[in-house]
């Protein structure tokens, strides 16, 4: 998240570290100008997600994957809409294909059945291209 915060820093945005008691030795990087503290890790991902206007998802492991399938899942029940999601490179590709398998596998009357929900990004530019794009259609 270091260089997520540093880019906007250096693009003269306003950058927030959402944290949470649970993450006891976790601290914020230097290029954050307001903490927002939740108590537990399911508060601080609802805050993450009200608080965005955009989702980008690099490679990592299981809490990078609890924020794509909760983000995915909201966005495929309709539950959130308006804001864009990006997986950047191929790392989650087997996880949305095998999810994309059983979703576009039957009728159903939720998003990802209707069109692709998350866009996978090959480079930051495409990511970067991709955001503005439906941040400006919205």
């Known amino acids: 998240m270091e260089?997520?915060?540093?880019?906007?820093?250096?693009?003269s945005g306003k950058t927030y570290g959402v944290t949470a008691d649970f993450f006891k030795n976790?601290?914020?990087n230097a290029w954050i100008d307001l903490e927002v503290r939740m108590k537990t890790w399911e508060e601080r991902l609802f805050e993450l997600i009200r608080c965005a206007d955009a989702f980008v998802a690099?490679?990592?492991?299981?809490?990078?994957?609890?924020?794509?399938?909760?983000?995915?899942?909201?966005?495929?029940k309709s539950v959130m809409s308006g804001k864009p999601f990006a997986v950047l490179g191929d790392f989650w590709?087997?996880?949305?294909?095998?999810?994309?398998?059983?979703?576009?596998?039957h009728?159903?009357?939720?998003?990802?059945?209707?069109?692709?929900?998350v866009y996978v990004a090959t480079s930051p530019g495409d990511v970067?291209?991709?955001?503005?794009?439906k941040l400006r259609q919205a």
């Not at 590709?93 to 596998?105: A, F, H, M, S, T």
């Not at 009728?107 to 929900?117: D, H, I, K, M, S």
């Open 3 to 11: 260089a997520v915060s540093r880019g906007a820093k250096e693009a």
């Open 26 to 28: 976790a601290k914020l």
């Open 58 to 76: 690099c490679k990592g492991g299981t809490g990078t994957l609890v924020e794509l399938a909760v983000v995915w899942e909201m966005m495929n």
């Open 93 to 105: 590709q087997p996880v949305l294909d095998r999810v994309r398998e059983v979703e576009l596998g």
């Open 107 to 117: 009728a159903t009357p939720w998003g990802e059945a209707n069109g692709r929900l």
């Open 128 to 133: 970067a291209s991709h955001l503005s794009a």
